[in-house]
T-cell receptor, first 114, second 115 residues
Framework: QKEVEQDPGPLSVPEGAIVSLNCTYSNSAFQYFMWYRQYSRKGPELLMYTYSSGNKEDGRFTAQVDKSSKYISLFIRDSQPSDSATYLCAMRGVPNFGNEKLTFGTGTRLTIIP | NAGVTQTPKFQVLKTGQSMTLQCAQDMNHEYMSWYRQDPGMGLRLIHYSVGAGITDQGEVPNGYNVSRSTTEDFPLRLLSAAPSQTSVYFC??????????????FGQGTRLTVV
């Protein structure tokens, strides 16, 4: 069983819809949670970063972490065609305690239909 | 400010050949790492470095070597290429979020095919 599970999709939604992307994980040592966006044939770029449980909002993007359920989410409001990309979740533990390495989900491919 | 630069962008190797994938960053980041990305597998860590002269193995290190003689450069060497090493390779460079190193900046990738 992988430490981080992510539905690979593909996921297609109409422009303007709310998108929900999710990951589950099994390692309770994970404390830092990230979402990356990767356009086709490009490198991943950091989108959101969250420490421990709670919500974080940045424009149209909201990241949620529920450590009790080992579940993280990324919400995209008012989705745009330019949001079409693969979204990768990533997480890691506290530095210097053997959990520094970043573990990625396999990515969800998202298409926003104009 | 160029960020993270990887060369070459594309490469075809014959089985048994060796080569070096170059990675350079101009952000004075201490933490650098190499990943490979394969369909359905996500990004898997090959090797990483927390500073010049310090390297360590990641999840899939076999068949690869690294060294870190300067802060800026972190080359990845394939010792004897195998078809299983056909993949897209990403170098990443990171800064600290509140004391935590994290892979914030990725290069554009090197697409390697081993025939």
């Amino acid at each position: 069983q992988k430490e981080v599970e992510q539905d690979p999709g593909p996921l297609s939604v109409p422009e303007g819809a709310i998108v929900s992307l999710n990951c589950t994980y099994s390692n309770s040592a994970f404390q830092y949670f990230m979402w990356y966006r990767q356009y086709s044939r490009k490198g991943p770029e950091l989108l959101m970063y969250t420490y421990s449980s709670g919500n974080k909002e940045d424009g149209r993007f909201t990241a949620q972490v529920d450590k009790s359920s080992k579940y993280i989410s990324l919400f995209i409001r008012d989705s745009q065609p330019s949001d079409s990309a693969t979204y990768l979740c990533a997480m890691r533990g506290v530095p210097n305690f053997g959990n520094e390495k970043l573990t990625f989900g396999t990515g969800t491919r998202l298409t926003i239909i104009p | 400010n160029a960020g993270v630069t990887q060369t070459p962008k594309f490469q075809v190797l014959k089985t048994g050949q060796s080569m070096t994938l170059q990675c350079a960053q101009d952000m004075n980041h201490e933490y650098m790492s190499w990943y490979r990305q394969d369909p359905g597998m996500g990004l898997r860590l090959i090797h990483y470095s927390v500073g010049a002269g310090i390297t360590d193995q990641g999840e899939v290190p076999n068949g690869y070597n690294v060294s870190r003689s300067t802060t800026e450069d972190f080359p990845l060497r394939l010792l004897s290429a195998a078809p299983s090493q056909t993949s897209v390779y990403f170098c990443a460079s990171s800064y600290k979020f509140g004391g935590l190193n994290t892979e914030a900046f990725f290069g554009q990738g090197t697409r390697l095919t081993v025939v």
